[in-house]
Structures are given as structure tokens and as C-alpha cells.
């Protein structure tokens, strides 16, 4: 592949952004692919895939490179991708055997996965003989993955209608409104998505709502809402009949998802910002089920936002391990006896999961449920995100 001196500034420009700046991965690619109207698809594909690459690979190439120079360090991943390189100024100092040499000579495994050290031991620690394959599949790129809004489609005519528009898609088994594309595209610039025939989302996720087991006419509270994903995922199996609570302590967050549930026909959510306490204390015992999709390290989700592991440490973990069992001690209550309350984490980590749950039923609140199963959804085995989910009934 020819190099184009404009794209490849575009993806210094992002990693610059990304690392020497802080910022978060997913935007500054979003604005880079805004900043010149003339990229065409190709282009924007090769910006997007080579600074989400180097984001992931960025602990070894940072080992490789002779230099940390951000053009040496492009530089080194397209040799690495066994390309060649164009004799830019840019490229002077760069040699292919040296590259390679130093390559061959790292035998270190946190540092052959780009992962912190720190990360590498606990993820043998806690997943022992599993962490190999399971750290080789959220190395890998993500697929793209959409559910279906069943209140406007079906999965068969969703497929037809893409593959008439050239989009290959095939339906994952035991996943039932979920389809993956062939090959990845932006698939929001397809009018189905203006018409709210489909939410990108992976199949792991949609695992969350179906776990609830919720029926239509049910009251629903989704105590950790964000933009909403899970909720409209909820009203879609309530067949848009009930009501929906989704909540948030990001008031910003909560308009999205308004946004969201116009465009997929759906009428049932309704928002409410956690402002305290109060808040949940006003909905004791009001809901028939009660999802907790509760903050977490992200550890699952490494192959889409591979940037989560520059950002995150030990002691950050730490420090939401005690929100997690904050959330499930100060939120349980606002389901009924005899509902249902999931709690979700999108970690592959016990910590942040069954360890969890354990400490909670352990407790004065948790003695009033019982853990009917859990999922401990890994990515090498699944082929999809790491997740947790645990199905607890109140007594």
C-alpha cells in the first residue's frame, strides 16, 4: 500500500493528541476523520485502523523504534505490518533489519501483548492459564456488531436489505437479534440507521437485557444508564409496553438517549439524573427489575477501546471496585421482593465480578437475595467483549 504524506500526518497528529495530550482515543479520531472534508473512505479507514493499531500496539513499538520521534514511531508500525517504507525525510534513521533485529530479541510477554506489566500479572493471577488466549483475543480487532430493533424489523429483512446494498452480514448463533459485518464500515451512514432499524452494538452486550427476563407491562429501572444502549435493548423485548427508568449521575449522557429512543420508535424510557440519595431512596421497592451495568476498568472491551489501558492502573481499579460495591449496597433496594436485579460489568477480572457478588451477598442487604447464575462471558471463548453478568433474586 502507497503511503499519502496528508493521512499519515493525520495519524501522527491523533497520537500526538492521544498521548502527549490525554485525550481520550475514540474523539480525537472522530474530530481528526471531521478536519478535512476531502478524505475520502479509504482514507478515513486507513487514519481510523492505523492510530487505533498503534494505540494498541503502542508499549511494544514504543520498545522497537530506535527513537520515540512520532513519524519513527509510525515508521515502526508499518514496517511491523510488513510494509515498506517511501524514503521521506520524515523516515531518515529507520532501517527495516534493525527493526526487525530488535523485534526478534523481546521475549518478555507483557511487553510482546503491549499491556503494563502491573496488568500482565494480575491477569495471571486472576485468570491463571486462560490469560494467554484471553489477552491474544482483546489484541485483536473488534468486529462490528449491531442488534436489531425488533419493534421496526426483523433480523432476515435487515439482512436482505444490506446485502442490496452490497453489505455482507451473517447472524451469530446464539445471539438472536444480532448481526456482524463481514467487513468493517461506517455503518452509520446507512439510511437504516436514520430510520432506527438497528443500534451498533456487540453481541456481549446484548447478552445484559436478555438476562433480565423482562416481560412487557413490567417496571424497569436501568440504574447506570449512560447513553442508554441496554434501555433501548430492555423496551425492544417489553415490545414498548411498561416503563423504563434509565438513570444516571451524567445528566449529558441521559439526553442521548432521548435522542436515541425517537429514532428507534420507542416511547417507554423515561430519564431521571441521580442527583443523591434521595433519588433512590424515593424508589424503594418500586421495580420489577433492576439492571446495574455498573462502572468498571473496561478490561473486556480492550479490542474496541484499546486506549483503556494506557489509562487505567491498579489503584483505579481499586478505586471502582469500591463504587461497584457501593452501587450494588446503595441501589439493591429499589427492587421488589421477589424481582429480579442484574448486575453487569463489561471486566473479564473476578475482582470486579463473582468476588463482587460475593461480598454482597455476604452483607446485611445482600442476605436478602440469591444468585440464580451468572455469566462469565470470556473473549477468546466467545469471540466477542469480555462481560460479566449476574441474575440475583430478591427473596
Known amino acids: 500500500m502507497r503511503l499519502h504524506s496528508n493521512t499519515v500526518y493525520g495519524v501522527v497528529n491523533a497520537i500526538d493528541q ?16 471531521k478536519s478535512n472534508p476531502k478524505w475520502g473512505s479509504r482514507d478515513r479507514g486507513f487514519i481510523a485502523e492505523s492510530a487505533y493499531e498503534m494505540v494498541r500496539w503502542w508499549r511494544l513499538i514504543n520498545e522497537v523504534s530506535p527513537t520515540d520521534d512520532l513519524f519513527h514511531l509510525f515508521a515502526t508500525y508499518w514496517l511491523m505490518q510488513g510494509n515498506e517504507l517511501p524514503p521521506w525525510r520524515e523516515f531518515e534513521g529507520i532501517d527495516a533489519k534493525n527493526i526487525k533485529d530488535r523485534y526478534e530479541c523481546i521475549d518478555d510477554r507483557a511487553i510482546l501483548q503491549s499491556i503494563p506489566d502491573w496488568m500482565d500479572k494480575m491477569g495471571e493471577e486472576l485468570l491463571g492459564e486462560k490469560w494467554d488466549k484471553e489477552i491474544d483475543a482483546l489484541n485483536e480487532q473488534a468486529q462490528v456488531v449491531i442488534r436489531v430493533n425488533s419493534l421496526k424489523t426483523s433480523r432476515e429483512d435487515l439482512m436482505n436489505r444490506f446485502k442490496e ?5 451473517f447472524a451469530p448463533k446464539g445471539y438472536k437479534d444480532a448481526l456482524v459485518l463481514a467487513k468493517r464500515q461506517n455503518i452509520f451512514r ?7 432499524l438497528f443500534e451498533v452494538q456487540d453481541a456481549s452486550s446484548q447478552l445484559v437485557a436478555a438476562a433480565l427476563d423482562v416481560q412487557p407491562g413490567m417496571r424497569v429501572i436501568d440504574a ?28 449529558w449522557k441521559l439526553k442521548n ?20 440519595s434521595k433519588t433512590i431512596k424515593r424508589l424503594n421497592e418500586s421495580a ?50 421477589g424481582g429480579m436485579m442484574i448486575y453487569a460489568t463489561c471486566s473479564i477480572f473476578p475482582s470486579e465480578n463473582q468476588m463482587q457478588v460475593e461480598q454482597f451477598l455476604k452483607s446485611e442487604k445482600g442476605k436478602n437475595f440469591k444468585l440464580i447464575e451468572d455469566q462469565k462471558v470470556l473473549a477468546h471463548e466467545s469471540g466477542f467483549d469480555g462481560f460479566y453478568i449476574a441474575k440475583l433474586q430478591r427473596k
Request: glycine letters at 10%; aromatic letters at 4%; proline letters at 3%.
Open 18 to 33: 492521544i498521548f502527549n495530550e490525554k485525550q481520550y482515543a475514540d474523539k480525537v479520531i472522530e474530530r481528526t476523520l
Open 165 to 169: 446494498d452490497g453489505i455482507e452480514t
Open 190 to 196: 446507512h439510511p437504516a440507521f436514520k430510520e432506527g
Open 224 to 251: 447506570c444508564a449512560g447513553a442508554g444502549g441496554k434501555s433501548l435493548h430492555l423496551a425492544t423485548l417489553m415490545e414498548n409496553k411498561g416503563r423504563i427508568l434509565s438513570m444516571d449521575v451524567e445528566d
Open 257 to 276: 438517549t432521548k435522542l436515541r429512543a425517537r429514532r428507534n420508535g420507542i416511547s417507554i424510557i423515561e430519564t431521571k439524573t441521580i442527583d443523591g
Open 288 to 337: 420489577d427489575r433492576l439492571l446495574l451495568d455498573v462502572p468498571c476498568s473496561g478490561m473486556g472491551v480492550l479490542r474496541r477501546n484499546p486506549d483503556t489501558k494506557w489509562k487505567i492502573s491498579e489503584q483505579s481499579i481499586g478505586n471502582v471496585r469500591k463504587i461497584q460495591q457501593e452501587i450494588l449496597q446503595g441501589y439493591c433496594n429499589m427492587v421488589k421482593p
